[in-house]
């Protein structure tokens, strides 16, 4: 195959794909946002457990979303931002907490991947092989960037952390980048809850909106460029 012809298939591809789930999706509607369902299903102790159980609520909530656990940080992060703005909370013991959930989760999901391997999580279906499987190409393709840029891209924040793990990456180097990246992630959120006070639904709404397209495109791009690579390592095209 040509020289360059992988990748600009792999991106004509992926831009058809992107822009036929945006149009399957109906503009405004709950399904919109990758995790907007979650806002109407999830208990409502969680929202309650914000607002009591302060920064020790954040932190916990921020470990199992880490760690890959259906704990929308869309929810949490922005509300946070909003109790601050009202004085409820402090910023720097939500800083505090976010940094400290972040590693604790993501670090779990790294050792999961670490000692058992990717072999385990798909033979037990615990995670959606082509979600999984599009991480890992992607982690092995860009490393560390792969992990910094993830950690800001729903349904890809947290299962990085296994393809990390996986191959062994260096766990000083993996933390810096997972932590780095959230904090940019977190710390957009945040904002949002903290300027836009009770509108910041809305806002994170419109912000998914942008969002899960652009991580669509990615995902498509790199399992598409991987599938070109093998066929035309085999001499099939």
Known sequence: MRKGLPELLSVSLATLITAAYVAAVPKGSVSSAFFGWLV???PAWTAYAITKGGALAVFGLMSL???SLPIP???ILPLSGFLISQGKMGLFEV????????FVGAFADYAV??????????????????QLRAATDWFKRYGAYAVFFSRMIPGMR???SFPAGAFKMGKLAFI??????????????VYIGYVFGQHWEAVVGALNRLLVPI?????SFVIIYVVFIILSAKKLL
């Open 176 to 189: 810096v980048a997972t932590e780095i990246g959230s904090i940019v992630y977190s710390a957009i959120l």
């Open 65 to 67: 979303e880490s760690a």
């Open 40 to 42: 109407y299903i999830i």
């Open 95 to 102: 800083i505090a907490a976010v940094v400290a959930g972040t």
């Open 158 to 160: 947290s299962i990085i």
């Open 73 to 75: 940080s869309e929810v």
């Open 215 to 219: 991580g669509v495109f990615a995902v």
């Open 113 to 130: 991947g670490y000692v058992f391997g990717l072999e385990v999580l798909e033979k037990r279906r615990l995670l959606g092989s082509s």
